[in-house]
């Protein structure tokens, strides 16, 4: 009877021995490592990798912002070369067409600085030396080349006048506040006889 006993003892001894479950919690045991350490693991690793796509995707878009201003910048600087160019051209055409892609720049430069580049521009352009008027026995060409350059000056008036009174003109934009040099400047048209006030126009009453 003793010996069944120890017989069978020994069996359930090797049975809990060899039982799966008593392995597994002597592996937990041993490593000593927490049931959350694997989901905060993946937690924190999602965590890093959002952030790190969340800052590539910030610096991405912040040198995509700074390549629009520069090239932004360089076709406003070529236009200015285009403009200035036309206004030094011999023919009155060209010149007209210099004067209005300059007051479009002005308009289109949101700087202030810059915008009063293009106005310094047009006021110079109308300070430059101004031929008299030829006598009737003049050549008809040395007329017609007057005349042509007295078209262009008051083109650049009419212009600087509009933009000075764009609520009355329509312009896109104003140059109110912006300096205007007229020192020296002839002005020979009925019309536009005494600057500043040649530019003035009546202000529109407040509603």
């Not at 592996?27 to 690793?45: C, E, R």
């Not at 610096?59 to 090239?71: K, T």
């Not at 009155?92 to 002005?106: D, F, N, Q, T, V």
């Not at 308009?107 to 310094?120: K, N």
């Amino acid at each position: 009877m003793a010996t069944l006993t120890g017989a069978v003892g020994s069996v359930r001894i090797r049975l809990l021995s060899a039982s799966p479950y008593s392995q597994d919690q002597g592996q937990g045991k041993a490593s000593g490592a927490p049931w959350w350490a694997v989901p905060a693991a993946t937690l924190i690793g999602g965590v890093i990798a959002w952030f790190a796509a969340w800052f590539s995707a910030r610096l991405l878009r912040r040198s995509a912002q700074e390549g629009l201003r520069y090239e932004q910048a360089r076709l406003l600087n070529e236009r200015f070369a285009t403009a200035a160019e036309l206004l030094g051209h011999e023919e009155p055409a060209c010149r007209l067409a210099g004067i209005h892609a300059m007051a479009g720049l002005a308009d289109d430069w949101a700087e202030r600085e810059r915008r009063q580049t293009c106005i310094d521009v047009l006021c110079a352009y109308l300070r430059l030396p101004y031929p008299a008027e030829p006598a009737e026995s003049a050549p008809l060409e040395e007329r017609l080349a007057r005349q042509a350059t007295r078209e262009v000056r008051h083109t650049v008036i009419r212009v600087v006048r509009d933009h000075l009174h764009s609520r009355i003109s329509g312009s896109a934009a104003s140059w109110e506040g912006c300096d205007l040099d007229f020192t020296g400047v002839i002005f020979d048209d009925a019309v536009l006889a005494q600057p500043p006030a040649c530019l003035l126009l009546p202000r529109p009453a407040e509603p």
